[in-house]
Each structure stands twice: as C-alpha cells, then as structure tokens.
C-alpha cells in the first residue's frame, strides 16, 4: 500500500493524544491519530479524572522521588484556567465539576507542610486558605476526628475521564483528524526530512510525529531509536455503590496518598496512586488487596462515613512515571520533528499541554515555558528498536 | 481467621458436592464454601420446610448428598460470600453471614460456582411478575409458590419443560410454553438420543405432563414485548426468525423467560485461569481437561462453572477433579485406572449428550445476534445504571472500536451492582452487532464478556476493615 501524507501523526488515542489532535486539527493541520486498542482505555480510562489544581507534592505509596511542587504550581495554575474553556471548546459536557477541594493533614509535619504549600500556592496566584481541625470540619463536617489541617482551594475539581477523551477525539474528528483504533505502531523510522510511520496495514509519512502513548511512550521512541528513561506503573482505584450526593468535593491527603471525591453517577470513587499487583501491559493490571485494605481503610479514618458504604469495583490502569515525577513534554533533541508527552497528572494537563504540542509543532511559544520539561533529562542510550510485538 | 485445608471446594451445588464427598471419604480435609444459608446449590435447592411437609422432596438424591457429606465432615460454611483473590493469587476471600471476613487457604481449590441464567432484554422486561426460569422453579420447587396465576414459560433450552411442570404442580395455569427453536420434533440430529434412553425418559415425561394439562407448547417462538401497569399483564410473541414482528398477544399475570444459562466465571478468572470462549455457546469458558484442572495449577474448575452440561455431567465432574488430586496426594483411596478409565467414558458420554442436546437448541451465539440486532432503542439494556440499547449501540459503534470493555467504560452499561450479570449477554450481543468488522492487523478483545474484578459482588467497608485489622494494622 502507497503512503499516506499528513502533518502530525499521533500515536497513542489517550486523553493527551485526543487533546493534541483536537488542538492540531483545529490549527489546520492534517492530524493521523494511532491506538494499539480502543481509545481511551489504558491510563486515559482507569484515571479518577481530578483536577489537581492546589499543590500535590503528596508521594504514591512505593513514589521514590517528590516532584518538584513549587515547579509544578504555576503549570497546575495555567491547565486550570484551560480546563474552564474545555466543555465549550468541545461542544459537549465532560462532567466538568470545579466546587473546589481539600487537602487534609493529620500530623503536625503534615500541617507544617500544608503551611508551606500555602505560600507556594500564594506565589503562583492559586487561592487556597488554611484552615485548622475544627475549621476544616465546620467547611466539611463529613472529615472525622484525625484531621488536625486542611487547606481549601476553590479550584480544585474533577471531569469524567470516559467523556473527556471521546469528547477530544470527536471535537478533532469533526475538524479533520484521521483516528485508526486498534491499529499498533510497527515501525517509526525517518524519511527525508520527516518521519514514517507503519501502524497495521497503514504507512504515514509526515514531518511531524507525536509520541503520546502513555506506559508505552518509551517503547514507541525505541521504535524510532530514542532511548528514554520511564517508568511506568500501575496503579488502582476503587469504587463504592452509588450513594446520594453526600460529599461535593475533592478531598486529598498530604501526607500519604489519598483522594477521595463522589462523581456525577453518585458512586464514590476513592484512589491515591496504591499499587496494583504489578503492571500488564497487554492486558489489565492485577489489584493488590493490601492496597485496597490500606487505601479504604484511610478513605474511612478520614472520612468516617465511608465505613458504612459497600465496595462495588476495584481496576488498575497505567500511570506513565517518569524517574523524577515530572512531567516530559518537548521534542526529542537529535530527533527533529519527534514530540513526547506524558508524565503523571497528564489528565489535569491534558487540555493544557494540547496546546503546547501544537505550539511546539508550529515552532512557535508556548503558553508556558516547558524548555525545563524536556525530554532530554531522560534521553539514554537507545535499545535497538525491536518490532512491536516483540518490544510488548 | 484464616481456615487452611487440603481442599478447598467453591460453591455446593452438585458438583462441590460430589467432589467433596469423593475427597472427605479417602480421609482429605476440605472445605466446602456455600454463598447460599443451606448446601444444595440451584439444582440441589433445599424445599422449605412446610414444602417438605406438604409436598415431599422433589430432589430427595440432592437430600441424600448433602447429609452424606456433612457425615464424613467436610466443614461446611454456608452463607460465605466468596469475593476475591488474595495477593499471592491463591488465598480466597470471604465474607460470613454476620460480615466476618474469613481468608480461606487449601493446596488444592476446586471452583463450582455454577452458571447464571442467561437473559436477553425486551420492552417490558423490568415489569413486576416478569421472572427468569430459574426464579419461578425456585419459588415453585423450594417453597410451592407459582410466581403468578397465569404464567407463560418462554425462551430456549431443556429447562423450560422442568419449570413449566413444577409451575403446574404448585397450581399455576400454564397458558404455554414458548421455545425459541424447533427441538421437539422428529429430526435426525436427535437420533443419538437414542443412546441416552434415561434422558429421553425425563423429557418424555415432561411432554406427557405438559399435554395432560393441555399446556400449548409452541415453537419458534420468541418473546418480543410485555406490557402491564403495576405488574405484567400481556405478552407478545414474535417467531424467532423475525422477532421484530409481534404475532399474537396473551393475558398473563406472570412471564418466566430466559435463555438457558450461561457459566459464572468470575472466581476462576480472578484466580488467573486461562479462559476461551466456547465454539457453540460463545460464552467465556475456563479451559479445562477431563479432571478439570486449568492453566492454573492446583486449581480445578467444575461443574456449570466449566461450560453449562446438566446435573449428571457436573457430577461427573466433580467426582473427576476428587479423583486427580487424589492422585496427586497419592492417596490410597485414590481411584484405580479402571474407575478412572469408567469415569471418563462417563463424562465423554455426557459432554456428547450437552453437544447433542446443544445442536436441538439454537445456539446461544445466534440468539444473541437475533435478539440484539431487532432489540428497541429505548429499551433499558443494564437496570443497574438504567442504560438503553440505544447508549449501547452508540457507545460501541462510535468510540469502542467493537471492544467490550470500552462498550461499557464509554455507556456504563455492567457498571452497576450486578456487574452485567443480568446484561452482560445482551451488552456483548450488541456490541458485536454494532461493531464494524474488525480491521486486517488489528488486535482485538477475543472473549466475550466483562472483566472479572473484586470484589465479585459488593462488600462492606466495614468488612475490608476488619480484614485489614486481621492483618495486624490500620492498613
């Protein structure tokens, strides 16, 4: 089969790579968009869908390495602005819900990093207010008796990830985009000044590709030669019966990984980034049930009335680490024309770094600067690229 | 509390009996785990007591099986709620009747967990007095209450004879019997039956029964509607080949339809057993040897669980897998080659009378693809997210690429409490309908059905805490 033409082909039909080709085709550009599977269903579906706008510089049980809080604010600051234009952008609803959130301590280390959050927070034009045990339970009296500080942030809040990535892929669909579901990326090699791409039984050239494929972000690079350093993992989130609106907002920990929040169905949906089993990459994750233990039994101290609910379902999903928890978002230096994205908090991002990658695609400046966020922090040598099949 | 066996056998129904009491008499200590208050399992059901005054026992060999094993001391634990898989992938877990979780550990596990009926939605499904079979033979057999006065008995498949007799034994008018296919007539796919005189017997004895009330038995016949007010009031009947078209309305006052059954999986899968999906059926089946052992070692699945077969196959069965790790024991009870040898030829002999008995059905692959593709828009598909056909179709033709999974991620239909138990055939049938066909190259889910996650069924918080507690910690 003769090569097909385009701009940009993105690979990987998650929540940034229906972002990157709403924002792409939207700029004009001839947008091919690749998923192994169906869309949306590895890190994009299993996500809890917060929008984490307030610090999170809390560790997921097993996280090596803090990120970086004071660099990450001002990101948080811009993809929360973003997030208000999302629905209409897209011209459908994404459950989007900002009635703000509370981060919780309950050691006096904890609230002394509540306080110095706060200032962060303040830094970077993102309003939060600290309050201590009894006033977080006169602003929530849902939070239980170990709670000694809270801060509030009006900002917080959270979309449905099972709308969000369809709603992008069908917003970029409708302005041009090209998406090939269950079509795995064979091969990425250069061609001319640009790249080719091999996905099934489809060849694409163009002199942009985009690598948004989440766990598989390294593998793809490989594909093209690039050794990356990531370090994907899974993680698992658990889900209560549906209950009356009881709880409006987010509720996170600072201390250990912990949020908890009701959705727009009424279920409870209580996550932190516990580990699963271990991480599938070809089919679901494995839960843990130490994990569920550990992370249900929190949800229930700080919020007792958890205790009395029933647990309906638990799943794991990919989350794409990198070694220093910050997000990588950039193209790859040596590689012109190769885009990466991901990072953990790709969903708060999404709508965000969209718009970065079609400014980076364009060559011209970014809503924020990402010139730290590149990939060459990650850049080692390559592995020598191994067919796909073989690579998984 | 922890219980840790030999043997730990999941669900009491005919074959968890009979693999128990082969593995309790050559001296082995088993567990035998029951979700239900008595043993018994759906076919071994236990008549309530006043029944048992009044009527007798419909099953006494089921009696019988459960008081024999309960003298050679398998520990019983009925009203456990089996839920999950523990971390080492091998450790279950359980909820008591009064919420204590138990963790339950054998060198051996033998999963029976039986099948589900297999339902198919139509407008007017979620009506009071509309039943599946299985419910109607439940409340007629075990406690001798019809489900309605005037009750039509529809669907496919050998049960619906049995249900339509107890009905009429427990007093209800039967106003027919509605079977989606052609089994009862003379057909040359039905002379190996021949071989299976027994069986014929059974059937023949149904029919007689059924022709002695003048229950109307009509075939190729599907249920296409059912309209009423606070209960049920009319069916329609549609012929199986254009089930889009009603044929003739009946004034009922109750309706038991349903589509056979289909295998309950789910503990098998959590314990990581390699599952397919069956040629005939199409449903998701652990792979199983004639001993029922799986991909999985030391864990054997029986029974329904293994691929739906009848009572005198789970038996088998059952008595199989007793037999293999009786070996594996080096047991000397263990059975000698010869009753190995008669076993086996037993359980081949059964699982062609199921391929026999399945061909005179029509099958459940093609039912589903029927009654999906003429199913209304506006029906309510999953009742536990109130989810239509027409969200399912949309949701699988235009974001999940066929993928039943992401058929349900995207409409959330198998979301709800019962986890697509009830819909999880129709969701699947739909979703194939809706499907494209599938793209050269492209890798796609291959086994029709859900994902099997913990807990199997809703459980308490507080029942997690106290396991957590057990653990030694607050998590």
Redesign the interface.
């Known amino acids: 089969m003769s090569a097909q033409t385009a701009d940009v082909v993105v690979i990987g039909a998650g929540v940034l790579g229906g972002a990157a080709a709403f924002h792409l085709a939207l700029g004009g550009h001839r947008v091919i968009v690749l998923d192994r599977g169906a869309p949306g269903r590895e890190g994009s579906g299993t996500t809890a869908g917060n929008l984490h706008v307030q610090a999170v510089h809390t560790r997921r049980p097993g996280q090596e390495v803090p990120l970086d809080s004071a660099r990450f604010l001002p990101l948080q600051r811009a993809a929360s602005d973003r997030w208000n234009s999302v629905e209409a952008e897209l011209e459908a609803s994404v459950e989007l819900r900002r009635s703000g959130g509370f981060t919780i301590a309950e050691t006096p280390e904890q609230r002394a990093e509540l306080i110095a959050k706060h200032a962060w927070e303040e830094r970077a034009g993102i309003r939060t207010e600290v309050l201590d045990g009894d006033g977080a339970r006169a602003a929530l009296p849902l939070l239980g008796p170990t709670v000694t500080a809270a801060t509030w942030c009006p900002l917080d809040g959270y979309a449905n990830p099972l709308l969000t990535t369809p709603a992008y892929l069908a917003a970029a669909v409708r302005h041009g985009a090209r998406l090939h579901p269950f079509c795995p990326v064979r091969a990425v090699e250069r061609s001319g000044s640009g790249w080719r791409v091999t996905a099934g039984d489809l060849t694409v050239e163009a002199p942009h590709v985009v690598d948004v494929a989440g766990p598989w972000l390294g593998e793809i690079a490989a594909l093209a030669g690039i050794g990356l350093r990531m370090t994907p993992v899974a993680i698992q989130m658990h889900v209560t019966v549906r209950l009356p609106e009881t709880l409006r907002y987010l509720v996170q920990h600072i201390g250990e990984g912990l949020s908890v929040k009701q959705v727009t169905a009424g279920n409870l949906l209580i996550g932190g980034g516990w580990p699963a089993l271990r991480l599938d990459p070809d089919g679901r994750s494995p839960v843990s049930l130490s994990s569920v233990l550990g992370n249900v039994a929190q949800a229930a101290r700080v919020l007792p009335f958890v205790r009395d609910l029933r647990l309906l379902r638990t799943w794991a999903g990919p989350l794409a680490a990198t070694p220093d928890e910050m997000p990588v978002i950039g193209e790859v230096p040596g590689a012109p024309g190769f885009l990466v994205a991901g990072g953990t908090y790709a969903f708060t991002f999404a709508p965000l770094w969209g718009e970065t990658l079609r400014c980076l695609v364009e060559g011209k400046p970014a809503p924020v600067d990402v010139r730290d966020l590149g990939p060459d922090r990650l850049l080692e040598p390559a592995a020598p690229a191994a067919p796909y099949e073989e690579a998984r | 509390m922890t219980a840790s066996r030999d043997v730990l056998v999941v669900g009491g129904g005919p074959a968890g009996l009979s693999a128990a009491a082969r593995l309790a008499a050559a001296g082995l200590g088993v567990t035998l785990v029951d979700e239900q208050p008595e043993l018994g399992g759906q076919y071994y059901r236990r008549p309530s007591p006043a029944v048992l005054r009044e009527h007798g026992d419909h099953r006494p060999e089921g009696g019988r099986l459960i008081a024999h094993v309960r003298s050679l001391g398998v520990d019983c634990l009925t009203g456990h709620l089996v839920w ?4 080492d992938g091998r450790t279950l ?1 359980a909820t008591g009747p009064d919420g204590t979780p138990v963790r339950l550990r054998a060198r051996h596990v033998i999963v029976a967990t039986g099948a589900y009926e297999r339902t198919h939605p139509f407008p007017g499904w979620q009506l009071p007095g509309v039943t599946t079979p299985g419910f109607a033979q439940h409340l007629a057999a075990a406690d001798g209450t019809p489900p309605g006065r005037r009750v039509l008995v529809a669907g496919s498949g050998p049960f619906l004879l049995p249900v339509a007799c107890s009905l009429l034994a427990a007093g209800a008018d039967v106003v027919g019997v509605a079977e989606a296919g052609h089994p009862y007539r003379p057909s040359l796919r039905a002379a190996p039956a021949l071989r299976h005189p027994a069986r014929l017997r059974e059937l023949a004895g149904y029919v007689a029964r059924l022709a002695r009330a003048r229950v109307p038995l009509w075939q190729g016949r599907v249920v296409n509607g059912a309209a009423g007010g606070d209960r049920v009031t009319s069916v329609t009947l549609a012929a199986t080949v254009d089930p889009g078209r009603p044929l003739r309305t009946l004034d009922v006052d109750a309706l038991c339809v349903g589509y056979g059954f289909r295998p309950q999986t789910e503990l098998a899968r959590l314990l990581g057993c390699e599952i397919s999906a069956d040629a005939v059926t199409g449903d998701a089946e652990p792979v199983t040897d004639a001993f029922g052992r799986t991909s999985r070692p030391g864990v054997y699945v029986v029974g329904e669980a293994a691929g739906v077969g009848g009572v005198h196959r789970a038996r088998v069965r059952g008595a199989m897998a007793a037999a293999h790790i009786l070996l594996r024991e080096g047991s000397p009870a263990a059975p000698g080659p010869r009753e190995i040898a008669r076993l086996a030829a037993q359980g081949r002999a059964l699982t062609r009378f199921t391929a026999m008995s399945d061909a005179l059905y029509p099958s459940p692959a093609r039912l589903q693809e029927v009654l999906a593709a003429t199913l209304d828009d506006d029906t309510i598909v999953c009742r536990c ?1 109130a989810v239509t056909a027409a969200a399912v179709r949309s949701a699988a033709a ?6 039943l ?2 058929a349900k ?2 409409s ?1 239909a198998g ?3 019962c ?1 697509g138990r009830f819909c999880g055939f129709a969701v699947a049938g739909l979703v194939r309908d809706a499907a494209e066909a ?7 889910c291959g086994v029709p059905v859900f ?1 099997a ?3 199997v069924r ?5 029942t ?2 106290a ?2 507690e057990q ?1 030694g910690g ?2």
């Open positions: 999950g898989v523990d971390d877990l997210e235009e974001r999940a690429g066929g993928d999974n992401a991620s995207w959330r979301m709800g409490p986890q599938p793209p050269a190259g492209g890798a796609r994902p996650r913990q807990p809703p459980v308490p918080v507080e997690l805490l396991l957590g653990d607050d998590g």
